[in-house]
C-alpha cells in the first residue's frame, strides 16, 4: 500500500446533522451533475477516526480524484441501529455502490445485498456469508495484517528500552485478533533470533492457526471503538507495568494511547493501526515508532472504480504484503539502517512463506 494515506477532505468539510447520522454536505453537492454515485457507511468510530472509517472515505476520494465525474457521500452511524437505516438511505438516494465499514455491519449488509440483486455492495474487514458474492454483487475486503503486525512486533521488540511492549485491541474478533497474533508473532521471533526477552502485555495468542475466520487469543479488550478515556487509562496501566511501546488496535480508541504515551513523557510511543499515523494524526506524529497498515484505501478506491467501470465482480479480495494490502509505515526518523535492512529481509522471508507469522511457532517469552 504505497500511495499516500491523507486525510485532507478533497471536497468540503461542512456537515449536517440530521437525527443519528451525519452527511457530509459538501461530498453530495455534485450529485445531480453526475451519474455515478459511491457512498460510505461508517461503524461507529465515526468518519474521523482517523483509522478504518476514515481509510475507506480516503478511497472514495481517491476514486473521486481519478475520475471527477464520480460522486461521493458518506453518512456516519453512532449505534449499530443505525447500520440499516444508513444503507437504506442511500439505496433511496441511487448510490450505484455502497461501501460498509467493519465486521459489525456484517449482517445488515449481507441481508441488504440479498434484498437487492441489483446494488453493488463493498464491505471492509468482513466477508459475510451471502450469495450475493456469488452474483458479483457484493465484494468483501480482507486483509492479512499478522504479516505487516509481525514486522511490528520486531520492531518494535528491537526499539524498546525497557524489554516489554504491549498491544490490546477494541473487540474479540478476528480482523482485531490477527494483528495482535501477528504482533506477538514478531516479538517472539525477535527474542529466538536474538537470545532476548522482551515481553508482551495485553494479548495471548490461542492454539493453532490465526485466519481471517478464527485467530482465537485472550487479553485487554475495551468492548468498543470509540472510548479514548478506557483507552488510555489501559495504555497507562500498561506503562506502569514497564511497557514503552504500545500498540492499539481499537479504531479511534487508540488516540487514548497517544494522550496516555504524551502524558508519561519522554521514552514513550505507540505504534498505529489501519492508516499512517504521521498523516492521519500529524499532530502527534512524534509519539508514533511506526504504523500496522491495511490496504482500505486502495482496495475501495479499486472497488468503486470498477462498479463504475462496470467491471465489479464482488467475491473476496485479501490484502498481504505481496500485493500491498497490508503494510509497515516506519513512522520514526530513530530507526537505524541495519534494523531496516532486517525488516526488509524479514517481508520477503513473510512473502515467500519462509517465515511463519503464527506466534506459537516460536517460544513464549517467560513471564
Given at each position: 500500500m504505497k500511495n499516500t494515506r491523507r486525510l485532507a477532505m478533497v471536497l468540503g468539510a461542512s456537515s449536517l446533522v440530521l437525527g443519528t447520522v451525519t452527511i457530509g454536505v459538501g461530498a453530495v453537492t455534485a450529485t445531480a451533475a453526475t451519474k455515478f454515485k459511491a457512498c460510505v457507511v461508517t461503524d461507529t468510530g465515526g468518519i474521523n477516526d482517523h483509522s478504518f472509517n476514515a481509510s475507506a472515505w480516503k478511497g472514495l476520494q481517491d476514486a473521486k480524484k481519478k475520475d471527477p465525474k464520480i460522486?461521493?457521500?458518506?453518512?456516519?452511524?453512532?449505534?449499530s441501529s443505525d447500520y440499516a437505516p444508513n444503507i437504506k438511505t442511500f439505496e433511496g438516494e441511487s448510490c450505484n455502490i455502497i461501501?460498509?465499514?467493519?465486521?459489525?455491519?456484517?449482517?445488515?449488509?449481507?441481508?441488504?445485498?440479498?434484498?437487492?440483486?441489483?446494488?453493488?455492495?463493498?464491505?471492509?474487514?468482513d466477508n459475510p456469508?451471502?450469495?450475493?458474492?456469488?452474483?458479483?454483487?457484493?465484494?468483501?475486503l480482507q486483509y492479512q495484517?499478522?504479516?505487516?503486525?509481525?514486522?511490528?512486533?520486531?520492531?518494535?521488540?528491537?526499539?524498546s528500552k525497557t524489554g516489554v511492549v504491549a498491544t490490546y485491541g477494541g473487540e474479540n474478533f478476528s480482523s482485531v485478533t490477527m494483528y495482535e497474533s501477528g504482533f506477538v508473532a514478531g516479538v517472539r521471533y525477535y527474542d529466538m533470533a536474538n537470545k532476548?526477552?522482551?515481553?508482551?502485555?495485553?494479548?495471548?495468542?490461542?492454539?493453532?492457526?490465526?485466519?481471517?475466520?478464527?485467530?482465537?487469543?485472550?487479553?485487554t479488550f475495551v468492548g468498543n471503538f470509540?472510548?479514548?478515556?478506557?483507552?488510555?487509562?489501559?495504555?497507562?496501566?500498561?506503562?506502569?507495568?514497564?511497557?514503552?511501546?504500545?500498540?492499539?488496535?481499537?479504531?479511534?480508541?487508540?488516540l487514548g494511547s497517544v494522550a496516555a504515551v504524551q502524558q508519561a513523557g519522554k521514552g514513550k510511543y505507540v505504534t498505529w493501526v489501519d492508516s499512517n499515523g504521521c498523516v492521519s494524526d500529524a499532530q502527534d506524529c512524534k509519539y508514533f515508532n511506526a504504523t500496522v497498515a491495511k490496504g482500505v484505501e486502495p482496495s475501495v478506491a479499486n472497488a468503486v472504480e470498477s462498479a463504475y467501470a462496470g467491471t465489479f465482480?464482488?467475491?473476496?479480495?485479501?490484502?498481504?504484503?505481496?500485493?500491498?494490502?497490508?503494510?509497515?509505515?516506519?513512522?520514526?526518523?530513530?530507526?537505524?539502517?541495519?534494523?531496516?535492512?532486517?525488516?526488509?529481509?524479514?517481508t520477503r522471508g513473510i512473502e515467500s512463506g519462509k517465515i511463519s507469522v503464527n506466534p506459537n511457532s516460536y517460544p513464549a517469552t517467560p513471564s
Open positions: 460522486s461521493i457521500s458518506y453518512l456516519s452511524s453512532t449505534s461501501i460498509t465499514v467493519g465486521f459489525l455491519m456484517d449482517a445488515a449488509t449481507a441481508a441488504a445485498a440479498e434484498a437487492d440483486p441489483t446494488q453493488k455492495f463493498a464491505i471492509v474487514d456469508l451471502s450469495e450475493a458474492k456469488k452474483s458479483h454483487e457484493l465484494e468483501a495484517t499478522n504479516q505487516a503486525a509481525f514486522l511490528g512486533g520486531f520492531l518494535d521488540a528491537a526499539e532476548a526477552k522482551v515481553k508482551v502485555l495485553g494479548f495471548t495468542p490461542g492454539k493453532g492457526t490465526c485466519t481471517l475466520v478464527s485467530c482465537p487469543g485472550t487479553g470509540t472510548d479514548q478515556t478506557a483507552g488510555r487509562q489501559d495504555t497507562a496501566s500498561f506503562i506502569a507495568e514497564g511497557a514503552d511501546i504500545v500498540f492499539p488496535v481499537a479504531g479511534s480508541v487508540g465482480k464482488g467475491g473476496s479480495y485479501i490484502g498481504t504484503l505481496k500485493n500491498n494490502g497490508t503494510q509497515l509505515d516506519i513512522n520514526s526518523v530513530a530507526v537505524s539502517a541495519k534494523l531496516r535492512a532486517s525488516l526488509a529481509s524479514l
